[in-house]
């Protein structure tokens, strides 16, 4: 067609305008089939023009754990966490890094002196971020800085403080690295023979703990275990968090008897020491009069004072773990932890649980009643009379101050932070004692302290 014959594109344009006017779709129409182009170009735009096939594009987030069965798999998952945590390792300070990092910080101090403490200001604690390396970079930032500024009036912070927060920190992801290599799993938890295997392997590097037989170390990890596991497991999952094991003081306590001048009163206050656990174990045997390895109810009765009352005995019996009706070490570690600790959550815990009879989640007057009775009795077998119910009641609500004036909830007992009081009450009568005659005993406190003060004059 020659260009004389080509209709010129006005004359094309007018013709399209003319045919456009002749449609006679619907708004509707017209507006559903721009929703569907636009549908359509932006799904090809993003990547896939089958809708059943978008799932292609989320990035895998699940990996499964290989099976019993599946060995290689195993062995690959296991050298590929000791590589990371190897890798994990080598980016920590070591103790030649710092000595050079204190060495740094002495050399940069800021004069005048507080108190007997070297300072340092914000410009020469980043001088002292430059020179010190990369592996010390994240110590050196503002946030830290301001973390550590207290009351200095000019602005500076405690050397020694600096030095110390920066040892925590190395501290703190050694021990991560270290409890890691016994999370077999590769969950982040440790399971309680995780856990065993850890503490068995540090035995050998607590001076504290030489004088201890070889034939002793199962006894002495099984009673520092539960300690983790009592508290840090209130669920009773079977495994605890490393994170939790980190963030609370029990590995502190534990790793104390490195110390090999410790003091007399902290090996008799820290659960971990071997006085401590000779101590547990030792009443356990004593307790154990059959020689049988475990404990019944009527040896158990001898527990302290001997003064716990049957009812909570049963309780005791009915709802903790227990071998044709007797309870094994395990056990029994569980029930000292919480009687020893009864100002803490998870000993009020367990002390409500064996109180809650019905499980219905808080205690009413029936139940305070059922086992104020047994206090009652024993009273009357020492010759001594019988203390009202109707007064105990009122005074325990008096000190609880429940949200429900009728029901005692567990949380309300640690809100109230008079459980261990309320809980002796009910359990025991030489804690009801004690609590019936602690303003006399509170007096004879006194008096021996003013005596005491006459003595020294």
């Known amino acids: 067609m020659s260009k004389e014959q080509q209709p010129h594109w006005s004359d094309v344009l007018k013709r399209r305008l003319a045919n456009s006017k002749r449609d006679e779709r619907s708004d509707e129409e017209k507006k559903a089939e721009e929703t569907e182009l636009f549908t359509k170009y932006y799904t090809e735009w993003r990547g896939g023009g089958d809708r059943d096939q978008s799932y292609r594009n989320i990035p895998r987030f699940y990996y499964r754990l290989p099976a019993e069965d599946e060995t290689l798999l195993q062995k690959l998952r296991e050298e590929s966490r000791a590589v990371f945590l190897q890798r994990k390792s080598r980016e920590l300070l070591d103790n030649e890094e710092l000595q050079n990092l204190w060495f740094l910080l002495d050399k940069h101090q800021v004069p005048p002196v507080s108190g007997e403490e070297a300072m340092i200001s914000y410009e020469a604690f980043l001088q002292v971020g430059e020179k010190a390396g990369t592996k010390c970079s994240k110590f050196f930032t503002a946030r830290v800085y301001a973390k550590l500024l ?238 009202s119910f109707e007064d105990v009641k009122d005074e325990i609500y008096d000190m609880v101050k429940p949200k429900d004036p009728y029901k005692i909830t567990l949380q309300d007992l640690v809100n109230s932070c008079q459980g261990d009081t309320v809980t002796s009450i009910l359990i025991d009568l030489n804690g009801f004692w004690t609590y019936e005659n602690r303003e006399v005993l509170v007096a004879n406190d006194n008096d021996s302290g003013s005596t005491a003060d006459l003595d020294d004059t």
Not at 151 to 159: C, E
């Open 150 to 387: 207290h009351s200095d009036p000019y602005g500076r912070i405690s050397i020694m403080q600096f030095f110390n927060y920066v040892m925590r920190k190395v501290w703190l992801h050694q021990t991560r690295i270290g409890l890691s290599l016994y999370d077999v799993a590769g969950q982040g938890h440790l399971r309680e023979s995780d856990l065993e295997n850890y503490i068995l392997e540090l035995i050998p590097t607590l001076p504290q703990l030489d004088g201890l037989e070889k034939s002793f170390y199962s006894f002495y990890v099984c009673t520092a275990v539960r300690k983790f596991f009592f508290f840090l497991d209130p669920l009773r999952t079977g495994k605890i968090k490393i994170q939790d094991i980190l963030a609370c003081s029990f590995l502190d306590d534990l790793l104390e008897l490195r110390d090999e001048e410790l003091s007399k009163e902290s090996q008799e206050s820290n659960w971990f020491s071997a006085p401590s656990a000779l101590r547990v174990y030792g009443q356990y045997l004593n307790l154990d009069k059959d020689h049988n390895g475990m404990l019944s109810k009527e040896e158990l009765s001898r527990y302290g004072t001997a003064t716990l009352t049957s009812v909570f005995l049963d309780r005791v019996f009915q709802e903790c773990l227990t071998y044709d009706g007797e309870m094994d070490y395990k056990t029994y570690l569980d029930f000292v932890l919480a009687l020893e600790n009864r100002k803490e959550p998870a000993a009020l815990q367990y002390i409500f649980k064996l109180l809650d009879m019905e499980n219905q989640g808080y205690l009413n007057v029936f139940s305070l009643n059922y086992f104020f009775r047994a206090i009652q009795e024993q009273m009357k077998i020492h010759g001594q009379e019988p203390v």
